[in-house]
């Protein structure tokens, strides 16, 4: 149990191994704990214990009293780190728990972890699965005014597609007595891509000059 | 722009107490740190935004290294590996040196990496995970900081080296 | 952890980082920022720009860098939301617009991801004067503009594109860069290389392969180009410029508007000889003198006369007092050995090119006060007087020169007939007097390798005494001089920077005779053999091509107080405008009128390689006559694509898509559209103006284009100005076609009104535009205002567009201003001009009688196999054989045939 002698670099070397992966002594907030360790350890320990020297500096960034203020209640400095000889965890999902805080701590990794299951499942009945949309307005320009505007709809929205969903459109007059056709529609960004729909309604040629992407809106 | 910002300030509202303010400042959602800090400053939490100029300097050093080495240059062009893995070792190696990102202690740049790197540790193998040990110690720091949710429910496992 | 050497609270970076740009602007702001700029040699030097917090931290995000600069400043008090507003922006910019840009130079074409960027603040700009306007300048504006500056290099194709399709960007964009301090935060940061210093960081792999990546990404961008310029001509105006005329733009516009022409200024009648008026706006303004012997091509033409012909024009609607200066550059060897080979004296051949030139000139309506030449008495009078007073004050110095004689054709070769490798860059072909590579000046002796240009035969050296303008006294006065001017006069970008080069490198003594017969004589006892050499001598033409103009010409040249010197060039003319002839003038002692204001082009290109007059490839002067194409049609294609600070291309299929879409269907339909209805439903005369909501907000949208085009032409961007033209008449079109006047004129009287006023503004708005018009176009400027009948007083641009035209004015009779140019045309005219003439003409020539050939084979072929069926005799494998041979004849045929065919470029339907 403990770390050894906190002077010696045995002790220091035992400490730096505990800290390689927790930030702190106990639990994930700074604690009485550290405070008997960080007094155990005395002064800044050299570079070659950089997971102690990351800890040291941050313990000794609060001042004195911050650090009285700390939570818990302090044990004989060997009561501290002394699972570093227990076995390796039994699964990766186990947490870094030691000492006699085991269970207590294991139950609560757990509680949160089913809290956040729930809260997920909640979430995810209320609002079936998050399926990310855009709005699309799209800009379809004929070759001249000789155009049949109203063929131009028709064929535009004889596209189908999963994931799309027509929706409004006008005729928005250009210039020289040509106009253009404004169709917005709905699509799931997963399945339909702007790169889908230019080309699907350039591929009425005879009809279509060019497409636009007028404006592009996450729903 | 991605969708996860929305996702995040979503969260990050939630965590903070406090509506989302996009409509305060009229723009949209494809500016998760402009968005965040302005929220953040605005909560009762504005100290996660650091108390000097020095600190919050370097926490929005470290979340513009998130968003454009991390998250990728274009949110909807992943970074090729070995950029995201050179990334990642750099702030590994920084993370060597402190148990939060930016030196003051918990801040904005540990919730808004945390949303991030969630997504990515959560899809690395064990081996992978053992190269950046650093992170994976912060992580889990993060992770169990109360009332913070992740990117999903799923928890990152962490490595142990300590034997 | 504090193991970096920067000391705490200094910035250091690189030169000719794009970031480094942001942190100099501040610096330039406020001068206690302290920055140390580092030369980044190679990759691994090549660091991001970096400042120690005194917490230890070291920051490498730029923007966070100046973030921290601008708080820890103070300064004035920015609220929260404000600098969320910054915040944004300054996101932005490091995660959407910096990677966008930075891929897009590098592979040099825009990519969409930077169109996206551009649109959006394009339309931010649209309904804000700044990007966030809390203060003078907010960080958000500097950094946007640091990182846009990468794109404004003159190695990159981007540039103009923005100018042209973000026209929101660029007004902000040069509203900036006009202010001292970004500029010179601009200099600062590259290590006084100006935008080629942004350039060659991102890009540092030398000018090789940046040349090579230039004409790879010409064919997309011009693709792209292509079909932007389509769908913007397409756009109605109203909807591409917004909304954002506010109650007190339109009271102010309409005040003028209904005030009328009467508080314009009337247009000043010019008599010969002009002279500078005291507390007039005096302007005198030259243009690059042609090298006699060489007919133009239409490059030449672009970037010296006609350029200086345009701002001639603008400068006299201006009612500037205006003086054109401009004629044939004469002596030199050039002309003697033309000499030679024609078997005239080099007087005769100067006069038979010195008419072509005029001709030319006079075709293309270049309205010059006087195009003189410089083999005058007038000229060695000046250029001697010049020598004396720089002999007087111990500015010659002798010495003798290694010269190079070519024996084989028994002359002192001058420079440019000296060619060799390169003593600084090695490029093989450089000249005698300057390497094409690198720019640089060379003595010719200098030159590994030398050859005659004429014979190719080795020159020797031989010595000869000679005389030198010593440059190195006159170095602190010439920059004096130059920083006054670059900092009060507009100078082009290309000519800043060749000055500031130039001057950089220090002034050394230059020769200023040859050895030749055909120039102006040396006066100096013991060299009166001698002429000036031909730089020393040539500029100082414009002087006595003035007093050749006036003997009061002392008015104009030695009154620097009252006259404003205007010159136009070509960029490798630069340094012998800006360094060489100020030298030489200041030299004297005398005050001489100096540069004031310089227009140097880059250039222009012909389809994808150079004018060659030996290939016969490109346009020359005495060609665009014969093509029967109206020089307005050529002015306005060239001014189009006027290579203002990239070189750019004059291209046939461009120039005839310029012609129909821009001429032909927009500038062209509105005038005569308006006209017609007039003539049709108001009996030709201009009816009962009560403008509408909508009609002034037109005027308050005419207003603006026409005052962005002063600007444009104030600071020769010809081709913007040309664009504001445009504008105004889409904005005409667009208005009628959102007003229908067509169905006004058949509803009740109030519509009727409704239809008159608006007609009566759109007739105004041509009398606008022709007058806009003149510099450009000067002839269907005319055409226009004869259909009008528009008096002579509205020949005036004044910041406000008031009516020329009142109600009850009788018009003339429209007529279509523009023909239409067909594909078949364009084709013919490249063929024309392709340099392989006698080639094609050749090898399609071998192509008929090669297929007669084969039609003769067939044709016998298949008599062959008649006659042996016919026989009934042969057998199967014979027939089946010669069966055979006639297929493959025919097979032949048809390919040949198909692949005539295939020429005709099928409709692009993408």
């Known amino acids: 149990m403990g770390f050894g002698d906190l002077k010696s670099s045995a002790g220091l070397q035992s400490l730096n191994e505990y800290l390689s992966d927790k930030s702190y002594i106990e639990g994930y907030v700074p604690s009485q704990g550290d405070v008997a360790v960080f007094n155990g350890v005395g002064s800044a320990p050299g570079s070659q214990y950089v997971n102690v020297l990351r800890w040291y500096r941050h313990i000794a960034s609060y001042t004195n009293d911050e650090r009285l203020a700390f939570p818990g209640v302090q044990k004989p400095l060997d009561q501290y780190g002394g699972a570093s000889t227990s076995a390796p965890p039994a699964d990766d999902d186990d947490f870094d728990l030691f000492g006699d805080d085991d269970e207590e701590e294991e139950a609560e990794a757990e509680r949160i972890k089913q809290e956040r299951i729930a809260a997920y499942n909640a979430k995810k ?95 | 722009m991605a969708t996860e910002d929305v996702w995040e300030v979503e969260h990050l509202s939630e965590f903070l107490e406090r509506e989302s303010p996009t409509e305060e400042i009229g723009y949209g959602k494809c500016s998760l740190l402009s968005v965040t800090w302005y929220m953040t400053q605005t909560s009762p939490h504005s100290s996660l935004c650091g108390s000097t100029l020095e600190d919050e300097t370097e926490i929005r050093h470290w979340i513009m290294f998130y968003l454009t080495r991390i998250r990728g240059v274009l949110p909807w062009q992943p970074l090729p590996r070995e950029q995201l893995f050179g990334a990642l070792k750099e702030l590994n190696s920084h993370l060597s040196k402190r148990l939060y990102v930016s030196g003051s202690g918990f801040s904005l740049s540990d919730i808004l990496l945390f949303y991030g790197l969630h997504k990515i540790l959560i899809n690395m193998s064990y081996s992978e995970k053992m190269s950046l040990v650093h992170i994976c110690r912060w992580f889990d720091q993060i992770q169990h900081y109360p009332k913070l949710k992740p990117f999903s429910w799923l928890w990152v496992s962490c490595p142990k080296t300590s034997l | ?211 090579s990546t230039t004409t790879g990404g010409k064919g997309q961008s011009s693709k792209a180009e292509k079909e932007r310029t389509q769908s913007a001509s397409g756009l109605s105006p109203s909807s591409s410029t917004g909304d954002m005329i506010g109650q007190a733009d339109i009271d102010k516009a309409m005040a003028h508007w209904n005030e009328g022409p009467d508080a314009a200024p009337k247009p000043r009648l010019h008599s010969h000889p002009i002279l500078p008026i005291p507390g007039e706006r005096n302007v005198l303004v030259t243009s690059a003198l042609p090298y006699v012997n060489n007919v133009p091509h239409l490059g030449n033409i672009i970037g010296c006369v006609l350029s200086g012909d345009v701002f001639v024009r603008y400068a006299r609607l201006r009612n500037y007092n205006t003086l054109y200066v401009c004629g044939t550059d004469e002596y030199g060897t050039a002309t003697e050995v033309k000499a030679v080979k024609e078997g005239l004296t080099p007087q005769q051949i100067c006069d038979k090119y010195y008419a072509l030139h005029s001709e030319i000139y006079e075709w293309f309506n270049v309205d010059f006060d006087i195009f003189g030449r410089t083999s005058t008495p007038q000229q060695t009078q000046i ?93 602190s006065p010439v920059f004096d001089w130059a920083q006054k001017s670059i900092s009060e006069g507009v100078w082009s970008q290309n000519a800043q920077f060749i000055t500031k080069s130039w001057l950089r490198d220090g002034l050394k003594p230059r020769c200023i005779t040859r050895d030749l017969k055909w120039g102006t004589p040396v006066p100096l006892e013991g060299y009166t053999d001698k002429v000036f050499y031909v730089w020393f001598d040539a500029p100082i033409g414009y002087i006595s091509i003035t007093a050749c103009y006036t003997d009061q010409w002392e008015k104009w040249w030695k009154n620097p107080e009252q006259v404003q010197l205007y010159q136009f060039m070509a960029k490798d003319n630069v340094p012998f405008h800006t360094v060489v002839f100020p030298s030489t003038l200041i030299g004297t002692g005398v005050d001489y009128s100096l540069l004031n204001h310089i227009s140097s082009t880059e250039y222009l290109n012909y389809e994808d390689g150079k004018f060659s007059k030996s290939r016969g490839v490109g346009v020359f002067g005495n060609n665009a006559v014969e093509t029967g194409i109206p020089a307005d049609i050529y002015r306005f294609y060239l001014l189009y694509v006027r290579p203002e600070s990239q070189d750019s291309a004059f291209s046939w299929s461009d120039f005839v898509m310029k012609n129909n879409s821009e001429l032909l269907n927009n500038l062209g339909n509105f005038v005569n559209r308006t006209l017609s209805f007039i003539k049709s439903s108001f009996d030709s005369c201009i009816p009962v103006m009560t403008l509408s909501h909508d009609d002034s907000v037109i005027v308050v949208k005419v207003t603006q284009e026409l005052q962005g085009y002063i600007e444009c032409l104030e600071r020769h961007k010809q081709r913007d100005g040309l664009k504001h033209i445009l504008a105004i008449s889409r904005l005409g079109n667009g208005h009628i076609q959102a007003h229908k006047p067509w169905e006004l004129v058949k509803g009740d009287k109030n519509q009727k009104l409704l239809a008159g006023s608006l007609l009566g503004l759109c007739a105004n708005i041509c009398c606008l535009i022709s007058v806009l018009l003149q510099p450009y176009m000067p002839s269907i400027s005319k055409e226009i205002q004869n259909q009008l009948q528009a008096p002579s007083e509205c020949n005036i641009i004044w910041d406000y ?50 297929k007669s050939k084969l039609e003769a084979e067939l044709a016998k072929q298949a008599e062959v196999v008649r006659s042996l069926k016919a026989s009934g005799s042969a057998t199967k494998e014979t027939l089946d054989a010669e069966i055979a041979k006639l297929l493959e004849l025919k097979k032949q045929l048809g390919i040949s045939g198909a692949s005539v065919g295939s020429k005709k470029k099928g409709k692009k339907t993408k």
């Open chain 1, 125 to 219: 009945s209320k609002k079936p699965a998050l399926v990310a949309k855009s709005n699309i307005i799209l800009d379809v320009k004929p070759w001249d005014d000789e155009t049949d505007m109203k063929e131009v709809e028709a064929k535009v929205r004889t596209i189908e597609a999963d994931g799309l969903l027509w929706g409004a459109s006008k005729f928005v007059p250009l210039a020289y007595g040509i106009k253009k056709l404004q169709i917005s529609c709905v699509v799931e960004d997963d399945k339909i891509g702007t790169d889908f729909l230019e080309e699907a309604i350039t591929a009425f040629e005879d009809l279509v000059q060019s497409v636009d992407v007028a404006a592009f809106n996450k729903v």
């Open chain 3, 1 to 211: 952890m504090a193991s970096n050497s920067e000391s705490v609270d200094g910035v250091s970076g690189c030169y000719g980082d794009p970031d480094v740009l942001k942190v100099a602007v501040l610096k330039e702001l406020n001068p206690t920022i302290k920055v140390t700029f580092r030369k980044c040699t190679d990759e691994n030097s090549k660091k991001s720009v970096s400042l120690l917090l005194s917490n230890g931290f070291c920051v490498t995000a730029a923007n966070e860098i100046c973030r921290y600069l601008v708080k820890k400043e103070g300064g004035a008090v920015v609220s929260l939301r404000d600098w969320a507003l910054i915040d944004y922006w300054l996101e932005w910019e490091a995660i959407s617009l910096k990677p966008a840009i930075l891929s897009s130079v590098i592979n040099n074409s825009p990519s969409d991801q930077l169109l996206s960027c551009l649109t959006q603040l394009e339309s931010h700009l649209t309904s804000n004067q700044k990007i966030v306007s809390c203060n003078e300048f907010s960080l958000a504006d500097v950094v946007v503009w640091s990182t846009l500056l990468v794109i404004q290099s003159p190695e990159s194709k981007l540039s103009s594109n923005i100018a042209r399709d973000y026209p929101k960007i660029a007004q902000w964009y040069r509203s900036l860069a006009r202010d001292s301090r970004f500029s010179s935060a601009v200099w600062a940061a590259s290590n006084d290389k100006g935008f080629e210093g942004f350039y060659d960081f991102i890009i540092p792999s030398g000018s090789g392969k940046s040349k």
């Open chain 3, 383 to 475: 250029a001697q007087d010049i020598f004396w007073h720089l002999y007087d004050r111990d500015l010659i110095k002798k010495d003798t020169v290694d010269q190079l004689l070519c024996t084989s054709c028994d002359k002192y070769l001058a420079d440019r007939f000296v060619e060799g490798i390169c003593p600084f860059c090695a490029y093989p072909d450089a000249r005698g007097d300057q390497c094409d590579k690198c720019g640089k000046l060379i003595n010719a002796v200098e030159l590994k390798s030398p050859r005659c240009s004429i014979c190719s035969s080795t020159p020797v050296v031989k010595q000869s005494n000679h005389l030198f303008l010593d440059l190195e006294k006159l170095q």
């Open chain 3, 801 to 850: 567009f008031v009516p020329y035209l009142p109600t009850g004015h009788k018009i003339g009779q429209p007529l279509p201003l523009f023909k239409k140019i067909d594909d078949a045309t364009a084709n013919e005219l490249k063929k024309q001009f392709s340099g392989q003439k006698q080639d094609t003409g050749a090898s399609s020539a071998m192509g008929e009688s090669s």
